[in-house]
């Protein structure tokens, strides 16, 4: 069987199986495409109506990335998908192929704004008085993922979904995730959003779930100062060779009134050094547990 072959089987061996994707959802949004994907919102026929999110996989992109791990056994991102459940975690109700053979993922619809919206675009709006529960909920999805054994790989502001009002935040997109195994933490594997990216990553050195834990601080350093800690002029995959040849701007300066223990937990988590970061999620979330606001008076 070859490895495209592989990839179909995994959706359809996920509870899935033909997906009429023309026939059954009226697409409702302008499509968009991202590096791996083609993504609409649309009305579910088949269920009254329902307002979902249908992602359809590139499957020569897709085949690139799984043939990394080719004998791995690495789940496909369907299979790992369906396997989270969790509040802040979107949900995903099926999984299958399409008539042209290409894996699609259906899911559940956010109506909120993208975290990376708000952070381009500086809506304080969106987040003003919230940034301590967002950041709770964040930290909770990933804390979830972690104990899954799985690394997310691609924790940014685009990937996380705020519920209408911003009464919450929702984590979207498995497609670079991967077990937190030895095989699949071996270097080489240079995946991610570079701005975010760990300097593990960038120097394919071996990784762990803590290249989350770094581009996660980083995602909440923008959210509380709607800049980046090494701010430039280079948005490429460049970007990443600063994360451990300069030093961050600290957030505290960036915000001189943000609650000092808040700047500190965020700082640890986007260290460059490995050894000196953040090392679980559990250890993010003590550290903020007695803080109410992001910003003192």
């Not at 030895?182 to 803590?210: C, Q, V, W």
Request: a positive charge.
């Amino acid at each position: 069987m070859s490895l495209l072959d592989s990839i179909k089987a995994a959706f359809k061996s996920s509870g899935g199986g033909r997906i009429d994707v023309e026939g059954r959802f009226s697409r409702q949004r302008t499509a968009v495409t991202g590096t791996m994907a083609h993504f609409f919102v649309a009305k579910d026929r088949e269920h009254n109506d329902r307002m979902v999110g249908v992602k359809i996989l590139d499957i020569e992109k897709m085949e690139l990335f799984e043939g990394r791990f080719k004998g791995l056994g690495k789940p496909s991102e369907g299979e790992i998908a369906l396997s989270m459940k969790h509040p802040n975690i979107v949900e995903t109700y099926e999984v299958g192929v399409s008539a042209k053979g290409q894996p699609v993922i259906v899911m559940e619809y956010i109506a909120g704004p993208s975290m990376q919206n708000i952070v381009v675009q500086k809506q304080e709006e969106h987040v003003g008085g919230r940034r301590m529960a967002l950041i709770r909920d964040m930290a909770e999805a990933l804390k979830y993922v972690h104990l899954q054994n799985f690394i997310h790989r691609d924790i940014c502001p685009r990937n996380f979904i705020c519920l209408p009002g911003s009464t919450g935040v929702k984590l979207i997109d498995f497609g670079l995730t991967v077990p937190a195994t030895a095989p699949f933490m071996a270097p080489g594997n240079r995946t991610g959003t570079p701005l975010y990216m760990s300097p593990e990553i960038i120097r394919r050195r071996s990784t762990d779930k803590r290249v989350d834990i770094f581009s996660f601080g980083i995602t909440c350093y923008c959210l509380c100062s709607f800049a980046h800690p090494w701010q430039g002029e280079i948005l490429n995959g460049r970007a990443a060779l600063h994360h451990d040849t300069s030093a961050p701007v600290d957030l505290i300066e960036r915000c001189p009134n943000i609650d000092p223990r808040l700047s500190r937990a965020i700082m640890n988590a986007l260290n460059p050094q490995v050894e000196q970061r953040t090392t679980d999620m559990d250890q993010f979330l003590q550290a903020i547990r007695s803080v109410d606001k992001a910003f003192v008076d």
